[in-house]
């Protein structure tokens, strides 16, 4: 992986910090792109090797483009982008605003269609590349309350991934989404939270941004060169348990199910 060259827009989020740690570290070049200069400043802290800022706005396409084309001045070439942007309005569908569910659509889904078009462009022209979403399993397989937009720009990245991966399948790219359950900083718990949170999730374990990037990782590398238009869940197995196990999965159900 050595010299390959990646893009992670949203590399200020968790899961894109983590993405720009451990690409940094496999001695990737790394452009980082987000829309907050102070923060992609305080990131640019705390790694190490070759990596530059940019910042965009994945709103809108002039700005997306003046990215691709900084990114091609500096290393000349895009062999992977990572589409970590997102906005979460936390409404009830009767409460949310038109207003809203536009920049939810725009940013999460527009954004990575931007995005996409432009890195792909470069990427024909390679004759390979590598696109991956980070998704949501609010897009596939679970209804969220309160989470309508976010859900419907997820469900649309998950087309608009698969539709993609067939596209672009000609030209040697490959296309695939990360859907993460839940990713929770365990330190900012107390004891009986962390049980809470972990009482739905088979594995008993948070899902860290860095098992988000580990997975990234796989999917940019030519291990994955067979692999193309899905979706990968990593949620500690919570999205199989079917309606019922929800209601019913405590923590000692599980427990005594471990001592049979
Ligand atoms: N965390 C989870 O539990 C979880 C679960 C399932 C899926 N995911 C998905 O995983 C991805 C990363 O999640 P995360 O929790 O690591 O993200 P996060 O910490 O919430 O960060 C979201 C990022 O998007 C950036 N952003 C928002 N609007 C933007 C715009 N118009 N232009 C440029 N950047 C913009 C934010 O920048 P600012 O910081 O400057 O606002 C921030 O860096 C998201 O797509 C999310 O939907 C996360």
């Known amino acids: 992986m050595k010299d390959k060259v990646v893009l992670i827009a949203g590399a200020t989020s968790m899961i894109g910090t983590a993405c720009a740690q451990l690409f940094t570290k496999h001695g990737m070049k790394v452009m ?68 809203d569910w536009k920049e939810t659509l725009n940013t999460n889904l527009t954004g990575a269609f931007l995005t996409t078009k432009s890195c792909s462009e470069i990427m024909r022209k390679q004759r390979g590349g590598k696109i991956v979403f980070i998704s949501s399993s609010a897009g596939e397989i679970v209804g969220l309350p309160n989470m309508s937009a976010y859900a419907a720009s997820k469900a649309g990245m998950n087309g608009l991934m698969r539709t993609a991966a067939i596209e672009f399948a000609p030209y040697n790219i490959n296309v695939n989404s990360i859907s993460p359950g839940k990713v929770y900083d365990p330190q900012t718990m107390n004891e009986e939270e962390r049980r809470l949170k972990l009482s739905p999730v088979p594995l008993k374990r948070f899902i860290d941004p860095m098992d988000i990037a580990e997975m990234a990782l796989f999917l940019i590398s030519d291990k994955a060169k067979n692999i193309t238009g899905q979706n990968f869940i990593i949620d500690g197995g919570q999205s199989i348990l079917g309606e019922d196990a929800h209601c019913i999965w405590e923590i000692n159900e599980l427990n005594s199910l471990m001592m049979d």
Request: glycine content about 4%; hydrophobic content about 45%.
């Open 32 to 99: 980082l792109a987000g829309r907050c200069a102070h923060k992609l400043d305080n990131l640019a802290k705390t790694l190490k090797g070759r990596f530059e800022l940019c910042v965009t706005d994945f709103c809108l396409a002039e700005s997306v483009q003046s990215m691709i084309d900084q990114t091609i001045s500096s290393f000349g070439r895009i062999d992977a982008v990572i589409y970590n942007v997102a906005v979460y309005p936390w409404k009830s569908i009767a409460e949310l605003e038109l207003v």
